[in-house]
Nanobody, 114 residues
Framework: VQLQAFGGGLVQAGGSLRLSCAAS????????MDWYRQAPEKERELVAS???????YYADSVKGRFTISGDNTKKTVVLQMNSLKPEDTAVYYC?????????WGQGTEVTVSS
């Protein structure tokens, strides 16, 4: 499975960005797609997840501001990020899971200026 993420960039606090991720390869068995992020000098953290049945999970820090959505047939996932804060600055990674295996994309950088 290969994952390609798009949509990072520089935005002012309070602004919005939309991250997209597309899976390719052996995607039929993917049952969960996630977004992680890693800020400078911090541990990587799970931001949001969506299952093939469209159940979602959000980290407390992004609830009410971020929305994850996905196309289960195409195995694409979108993270709509609103009301961005400087603390959302990080490299965001798309991941896909099946059979207990997690695949990682290359990461896309998000910078929120104050």
């Amino acid at each position: 499975v290969q994952l390609q993420a798009f949509g990072g960039g520089l935005v002012q606090a309070g602004g919005s960005l939309r991250l997209s991720c597309a899976a390719s390869g052996r995607i039929a068995s993917i049952n969960v797609m996630d977004w992680y992020r890693q800020a400078p000098e911090k541990e990587r953290e799970l931001v949001a997840s969506i299952t093939s049945t469209h159940n979602t999970y959000y980290a407390d820090s992004v609830k009410g501001r971020f929305t994850i959505s996905g196309d289960n047939t195409k195995k694409t996932v979108v993270l709509q990020m609103n009301s961005l804060k400087p603390e959302d600055t990080a490299v965001y990674y798309c991941t896909a899971r099946y059979g207990g295996v997690r695949f990682w994309g290359q990461g896309t950088e998000v910078t929120v200026s104050s």
